[in-house]
């Protein structure tokens, strides 16, 4: 089984380049996982026959959203956070309710649930520090570990974060900046404490593999990127991925797509 999470940057953008049906046709995942869909379901042109398709789109018109394409279709889908966790940690700041935009969508299959997530960006002051480290993260993170309570979980997305120096091209002129704070790497810290599985570290070790790059000065093309787009597993499931990949060579978003077999 093949399992490809990409933050799309504009699903209806990617598509009208005439990229993404190209990408589908050449990769052909059995679960699709996105982010940044940017779109209600309705106002998507993409029509896959073969696939299972279920959105959770913001509020906000042209913001944010996931979406999980799948082959198969799952036994349930859940949207956001469950009531309990949102009672608990207050999903919101000044910037808005985070659990209105689209960031979570579940879905439950046979032997796994698969989760596509697209984690609140810091802002270049660091504005949103305070939402990531004391809300969204922990909160992510036992949502996670509730649905472990019924079976494994493949967890995967933009995750907003460069977990060690390794994860971009230049980690000391970037120490403290958004995506490369001590606060954001304690999210990654806790993730793999809590016994889930970064699957790309499992095959490749060293720096150089990475899955999103700035527009500006010819970043992609020099690779000077970061990795913050990630599949997760349950330690449980580790030993059964066969490989995992990140394909920088499918463009269309200015992140890439990342994918595990298992």
């Known amino acids: 089984m093949k399992?490809?999470?990409w933050n799309i940057n504009g699903i209806r953008a990617v598509y009208k380049k005439g990229l993404f049906a190209p990408f589908i046709k050449k990769y052909q995942p059995d679960i699709l996982c996105l982010q940044e869909t940017k779109a209600q379901e309705h106002q998507s042109e993409v029509d896959l026959p073969e696939y299972e398709e279920y959105w959770n789109s913001?509020?906000?018109?042209?913001?944010s959203g996931t979406a999980i394409f799948s082959k198969e279709r799952p036994f349930s889908v859940m949207l956001d956070f469950p009531e309990k966790i949102v009672k608990k940690?207050?999903?919101e700041d000044s910037y808005g309710n985070t659990?209105?935009?689209?960031?979570?969508?579940?879905a439950e299959f046979?032997?796994?649930?698969?989760?596509?997530?697209?984690t609140p960006n810091a802002k270049d002051d660091l504005s949103r520090i305070p939402l990531r480290h004391k809300q969204w993260d922990p909160a992510f993170l036992e949502y996670m570990k509730e649905l472990e309570k019924n079976k494994p979980v493949i967890f995967c997305g933009d995750l907003n974060v460069a977990h060690t120096p390794d994860d971009l091209a230049r980690p000391k002129e970037n120490e403290g900046v958004k995506g490369f704070t001590k606060e954001e790497r304690e999210?990654?810290?806790?993730?793999i404490d809590a016994g889930f599985v970064?699957?790309?570290?499992?095959?490749?070790k060293g720096n150089g593999y990475y899955s999103w790059w700035s527009h500006f000065a010819n970043a992609?093309?020099?690779?000077v990127g970061w990795r913050i787009d990630y599949i997760f597993v349950s330690e449980k499931l580790a030993k059964k991925i066969k490989s995992a990949k990140i394909l920088p060579e499918v463009l269309g978003s200015d992140h890439c797509p990342v994918l595990i077999e298992i």
């Open 3 to 5: 399992i490809i999470s």
């Open 187 to 191: 999210g990654i810290e806790k993730i």
């Open 220 to 223: 992609r093309a020099r690779n």
């Open 89 to 91: 940690y207050r999903l």
């Open 198 to 204: 970064d699957t790309f570290r499992i095959f490749t």
């Open 58 to 63: 913001a509020e906000k018109k042209g913001y």
């Open 110 to 118: 046979k032997d796994f649930y698969v989760v596509s997530v697209y």
């Open 99 to 106: 659990n209105t935009e689209g960031r979570i969508i579940a």
